[in-house]
């Protein structure tokens, strides 16, 4: 006999986790341009010993736009 009550699991569609879409071309830029950005904003600093100068300051902002640019590809599509 047969339990009314029971919630047979097979008529269920199985769970599958929901997938991000994938986006490796924009990453990559974004990560080249964070740590070109970083590298080029400690190499103008040391050069100039840490004067402010227009490569270190324009390298510095390139950095963080594409830190900043990670972060939003990062969170904008949500948890899954």
């Known amino acids: ?3 009314p009550y029971r919630i047979d699991t ?3 569609p199985a769970h599958s986790p929901r997938t991000r879409p994938r986006r490796p ?3 990559a830029l974004l990560w ?3 740590v070109g950005g ?3 904003n400690v190499a103008a600093n040391i050069v100039t010993q840490g004067a ?3 490569v270190g300051l324009l390298s510095g902002v390139v950095g963080v ?3 900043a640019g990670l972060l939003i590809l990062r969170f ?3 948890r899954s």
């Open 65 to 67: 736009a594409a830190i």
């Open 25 to 27: 071309a924009p990453r």
């Open 10 to 12: 097979y008529e269920r």
């Open 76 to 78: 904008a599509g949500g």
């Open 52 to 54: 402010l100068n227009p």
């Open 38 to 40: 970083a590298s080029v």
């Open 1 to 3: 006999m047969s339990d």
């Open 32 to 34: 080249v341009l964070a």
